[in-house]
Nanobody
Framework: QVQLVEFGGGLVQAGGSLRLSCTAS????????MGWFRQAPGKERDFVAA????????NYANSVKGRFTISRDNTKNTVYLQMNSLKPEDTAVYYC????????????????WGQGTQVTVSS
């Protein structure tokens, strides 16, 4: 079974930066599409970003374009989310995801989910 563990959540001031990391175990994911979702209190779990197996292709939610960067290091089975210019509305639990496939469509639902890490952005 694939296991995903997120690191790096915490409290940050608006305008600041935070880097999330996610390490996968149980299988290799060098060809799998990976991503990040987030869920704010009382809201739906929303897509944030996705990245192809090689890292050559990325996709972002409109709300984070230009501020967040997803990347990966396949030698470490790790995917990252660099979050800059953070806003209070970015406050959410962030989930690392593995789509379990090298094919990605915006409507796809990830196969594997981490437990989540809390990101809180103060005003």
């Amino acid at each position: 079974q694939v296991q995903l563990v997120e690191f790096g959540g915490g409290l940050v001031q608006a305008g600041g930066s935070l880097r999330l990391s996610c390490t996968a175990s149980g299988r290799t994911f060098s060809t799998d599409v990976m991503g990040w979702f987030r869920q704010a209190p009382g809201k739906e779990r929303d897509f944030v970003a996705a990245i192809s197996g090689s890292g050559a292709f990325t996709n972002y939610a409109n709300s984070v374009k230009g501020r967040f960067t997803i990347s990966r290091d396949n030698t470490k089975n790790t995917v990252y989310l660099q979050m800059n210019s953070l806003k209070p509305e970015d406050t959410a639990v962030y989930y690392c995801t593995d789509y379990g496939s090298n094919v990605y469509n915006p409507s796809d639902v990830p196969t594997y989910w981490g437990q989540g890490t809390q990101v809180t952005v103060s005003s």
